[in-house]
C-alpha cells in the first residue's frame, strides 16, 4: 500500500510543485500546463498523435501553416523546396532499414561542407513527388542534389554509379575513360589552321574533316568522305 507524501517535504522543493491550478511542474515552480517539464523528456514510447508538438528536429510531415490554429490549420503542413548543408552530413540510417529520404525537392551542399551517404544506403530526395518548376520527379519521387564536388565516401575519388548514370544537359570533362556507346556530340568550331589553339585530345569536325589535336596546339584533320 502506498502513501502520498507532501511536495513540501520533498528534498529538493524545485525538483516537483503543483500550483494552485493543480498544474504540475518538473524542474520549474510556475508550470503553465497540466505537466510542464523544463528539460528532456525520456520514455520508452509516447502516444496521441502529436499534432501540436513543436520544436522538433525531425520535421514529420513538415511545418503546420497556421501551429496555433484551431480550425486545421495545425494539420497543413508546407517543406521549404531547398534543404541546405553547412556542415559534415553522414546519412547512415540503422541497420532495420538501408533508405533514408526527405520532403526536400532539392539538397544543396555549400561550400566545405560534406554530404556523405554510407556504403549499401540510398538518400532518396522529394520522397512526396512534391517538386515544382520542372523539376519532373523520378518514379518514386526524386528530386535533385546540387553540389560543386561529388566524390565517393573517402573523399579520395570518383563516386561509383553502380546502375548508371543519365545526364540531361551538357557533360564537360578534362578526360573520358572506357566504352561509349549512343549518340555523342562534339562541340566547337573547327580549328582555322594546323597550329590554332587546342590541347591534346580535342575532336573537332566539319562538313569535311574530323580533326585531332595531337599535341599542344597541334591539329591534323582526316577527310570525311560519303559511301
Do not use: H
Request: aromatic share 8%; net charge negative; charged share 15%.
Amino acid at each position: 500500500m502506498t502513501r502520498a507524501r507532501s511536495v513540501a517535504r520533498l528534498g529538493n522543493t524545485q525538483a516537483l510543485s503543483i500550483d494552485s491550478n493543480l498544474n504540475v511542474g518538473v524542474n520549474s515552480t510556475s508550470p503553465v500546463e497540466k505537466l510542464n517539464v523544463v528539460g528532456v523528456v525520456s520514455a520508452t514510447s509516447f502516444f496521441g498523435d502529436g499534432s501540436n508538438l513543436d520544436g522538433i528536429t525531425a520535421a514529420g510531415l513538415g511545418t503546420a501553416v497556421e501551429p496555433d490554429s484551431t480550425f486545421g490549420g495545425a494539420q497543413i503542413y508546407y517543406t521549404d523546396k531547398i534543404l541546405g548543408i553547412a556542415g559534415t552530413v553522414t546519412v547512415d540510417p540503422p541497420a532495420s532499414t538501408n533508405i533514408a529520404y526527405t520532403q526536400y525537392s532539392e539538397i544543396s551542399v555549400f561550400d566545405d561542407a560534406d554530404l556523405i551517404v554510407a556504403d549499401g544506403d540510398d538518400l532518396v530526395p522529394d520522397i512526396l513527388g512534391l517538386s515544382t518548376e520542372g523539376i519532373t520527379p523520378l518514379a518514386g519521387a526524386g528530386g535533385r542534389i546540387r553540389a560543386d564536388l561529388f566524390t565517393n565516401k573517402a573523399g579520395t575519388g570518383a563516386p561509383t554509379f553502380q546502375t548508371g548514370l543519365q545526364v540531361t544537359g551538357v557533360v564537360t570533362a578534362t578526360t573520358f575513360d572506357g566504352n561509349v556507346s549512343g549518340e555523342v556530340t562534339l562541340e566547337g568550331a573547327a580549328p582555322a589552321s594546323a597550329t590554332s589553339t587546342g590541347t591534346a585530345g580535342d575532336i573537332r569536325y566539319d562538313a569535311n574533316y574530323v580533326y585531332v589535336c595531337v599535341a599542344t596546339d597541334t591539329w591534323k584533320r582526316s577527310a570525311l568522305a560519303t559511301w
